[in-house]
Nanobody
Framework: QVHVVESGGGLVQAGGSLRLSCAAS????????MGWFRQAPGKERDFVAA????????AYADSVKGRFTISRDNAKNTAYLQMNSLKPEDTAVYYC????????????????????WGQGTQVAVSS
């Protein structure tokens, strides 16, 4: 079993920044992909970003490109999502997910690729 825990959410004004963290623990983890998704009230869960085990490959949703940056520290089994220039439409519950494989899947936006999920952290952006 793998436990995934997000942290770092909160309330911020438009134009502000937040950094989310995602810590994975539990069974002996090999190389794995980490992804971020978000879900606004009444909407589907949408892909935000993903990063390969080495960190050399990343993927972003068009809506966050140039504003959000995903990174990871494998020594800490932790991934980060730096969110800058936040907009009210970024308001959502942000979820972290683990895909037990070293490389990004062909379509990292598909939730089916991910094996373990966290409980989410709320991000609210006021206008």
């Amino acid at each position: 079993q793998v436990h995934v825990v997000e942290s770092g959410g909160g309330l911020v004004q438009a134009g502000g920044s937040l950094r989310l963290s995602c810590a994975a623990s539990g069974r002996t983890l090999g190389a794995y992909v980490m992804g971020w998704f978000r879900q606004a009230p009444g909407k589907e869960r949408d892909f935000v970003a993903a990063i390969s085990w080495s960190g050399a490959s990343t993927a972003y949703a068009d809506s966050v490109k140039g504003r959000f940056t995903i990174s990871r520290d494998n020594a800490k089994n932790t991934a980060y999502l730096q969110m800058n220039s936040l907009k009210p439409e970024d308001t959502a519950v942000y979820y972290c997910a683990v895909d037990l494989g070293p490389v990004l899947p062909g379509e990292p936006a598909h939730t089916d690729h991910y094996d373990y999920w966290g409980q989410g952290t709320q991000v609210a952006v006021s206008s």
